[in-house]
């Protein structure tokens, strides 16, 4: 029997008027939520979707349930948003993490949208098993910034996903496998904004009551700035029946594997097991190395497959055979070539919008190239038209493109929010890696929100921020 303790401390920072965070300790279900929206809005999103997702799981006990209670919780948020035009753009991040049933045995899972983070400290190592969805997130990732050049980016509020902004939300799930003496930890981006991970792991690793550990990092994160509201859930795994020993035999070796699983898979019986193979395994520490192991383990794939039909005795008619399907692979290449680079569309990757030749994300191996930079600020755009642009507005041809973001311009300039003058100057070939891609290994297609790029945005009306999706206005670095 799995038995868990824990502790939480939640504090409004030096910096901010009210706590937008919300937490919630209701074992077997504990989670944090960071709302975003202007005056009291991300107070009610955060509390909103914690209520919404605690009324949902109730009694419920498998992965499907978190999920579906995180879904319902994203409804809640919304619909809210709908009826008050006062709460209309707000939205929240949501992290949880659950005591649930597979098969009979007792799994975590935890569910995650937005920037909000679950660290697990396994065997005295730290690891955030959690991917954020946020732009700088993704130009990590597109090997665009670093990760040290992210904490200081000016766009590192910008949420790619949050909770209660659309109907529906993609939702990043894991599975993971409860072993005694791991530790947990769910917080909002007031923590990790301020005290680094080593500072993080080394408070979890001295200070063995969850509660005292979590007062401690809340304690750490206003000593270094304290510039957004800092929530901490500290979870102990203080039992796990031996169950982690008593697993199969791979599971055994590598107690810590964690099972990314896409949203909306029915069966969770049968998701797990069939995902549980040892290539499954992520126990690297960031969201962007899982990613860099599985384009790697990607490669490798399509090396092993090119090398195959090697593997037997060539004859004439093989040789011809292959001659052919090689010319018509080549052919349909072209084609997809073709439609791959055959259009444009309006993106942001840094602060101005930018044209790119492609489509968005790229298809296959054709990823975007920016085909024009241009002079608008996404800061200068109506905040309506910012989930457009992230997921990449299409146009069909590269003048048809700037005469969208002319329009763009022109839509700000009447409503008072633009102030520069036109667009465009410089062409360059930069490689631009695909953007908008989901995180967990889940299968992005089947939500309805598309390529994942939704934005918080802020209240129509409201003042234009430096950020677009800011929880906070831009604040200065972290010391
Ligand atoms: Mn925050």
Redesign the pocket.
């Known amino acids: 029997m799995t038995e868990l303790r824990s502790g939480s401390s939640t504090d409004t920072g030096k910096v901010r008027a009210n706590n937008?965070?919300t937490l919630l300790v209701a074992a077997p279900l504990f989670a944090v939520a960071?709302g975003m929206g202007g005056h009291a809005a991300g107070e009610v999103a955060s509390l909103t979707a914690v209520e919404a997702l605690k009324a949902a799981f109730a009694d419920k006990r498998t992965p499907g349930d978190l999920a579906d209670a995180a879904a319902d919780a994203n409804r809640s948020v919304w619909e809210r948003a709908q009826a008050d035009p006062k709460l209309r753009g707000m939205g929240t991040t949501l992290v949880a993490l659950a005591l649930v049933q597979v098969a009979g045995e007792d799994r975590l899972a935890v569910i995650n949208v937005g920037d909000s983070r679950i660290y697990r400290l396994h065997r005295g190592e730290l690891e955030q098993i959690t991917t954020d969805h946020s732009l700088v997130q993704e130009l990590v990732e597109l090997g665009q910034i670093t990760e040290v050049e992210a904490e200081t980016h000016p766009q590192r509020h910008v949420l790619t996903r949050a909770l209660g902004v659309d109907p529906e939300v993609d939702i990043d799930r894991l599975e993971i496998l409860p072993v005694k003496g791991d530790r947990y930890l769910l917080c909002?981006?007031?923590l990790p904004r301020e005290v680094s991970d080593n500072q993080i792991a080394s408070v979890l690793r001295r200070l063995a009551r969850p509660a005292e550990a979590a007062r401690q990092l809340v304690a750490e994160a206003r000593a270094h700035g304290g510039n957004?509201?800092i929530t901490v859930v500290v979870v102990d795994v203080v039992d796990d029946g031996d169950q982690a020993a008593a697993a199969s035999e791979a599971l055994a070796e590598d107690p810590g594997v964690v099972i990314p699983l896409g949203i909306g898979e029915g069966d969770d019986e049968e998701a797990t097991g069939s995902r549980q193979g040892p290539g499954r395994r992520h126990r690297s520490s960031s969201g962007a190395e899982r990613r860099a192991e599985r384009r790697a383990e990607r490669r490798a794939a399509r090396r092993t497959a090119r090398a195959e039909p090697t593997g037997r005795p060539v004859t004439l008619r093989v040789v011809g055979f292959v001659l052919g399907l090689m010319a018509l692979l080549g052919a349909a290449l072209v084609a997809i070539g073709v439609y791959a680079r055959g259009s444009y569309f309006v993106g942001v990757t840094g602060e101005n919008l930018t044209i790119f030749k492609g489509r968005p994300g790229g298809l296959l191996w054709f990823d975007p190239t920016v085909a024009q930079h241009t002079t608008l600020p996404v800061t200068e755009v109506l905040p309506s038209r910012i989930p457009d642009l992230q997921s990449g507005k299409e146009e069909a041809t590269l003048a048809d493109a700037v005469q969208y973001v002319r329009n763009l311009e022109q839509e700000a300039l009447d409503h008072g929010i633009g102030t520069t003058t036109t667009t465009s100057t410089s062409t360059t070939t930069t490689t631009i890696p695909p953007s908008t891609t989901s995180t967990g290994a889940a299968p992005t297609t089947a939500a309805p929100a598309g390529a994942g790029a939704t934005t918080a945005a802020p209240p129509a009306g409201a003042t234009p921020a430096p950020t677009t999706a800011a929880?906070?206005p831009t604040s200065p670095p972290a010391p």
């Open positions: 937008q965070d960071d909002s981006d007031g957004d509201n929880t906070t």
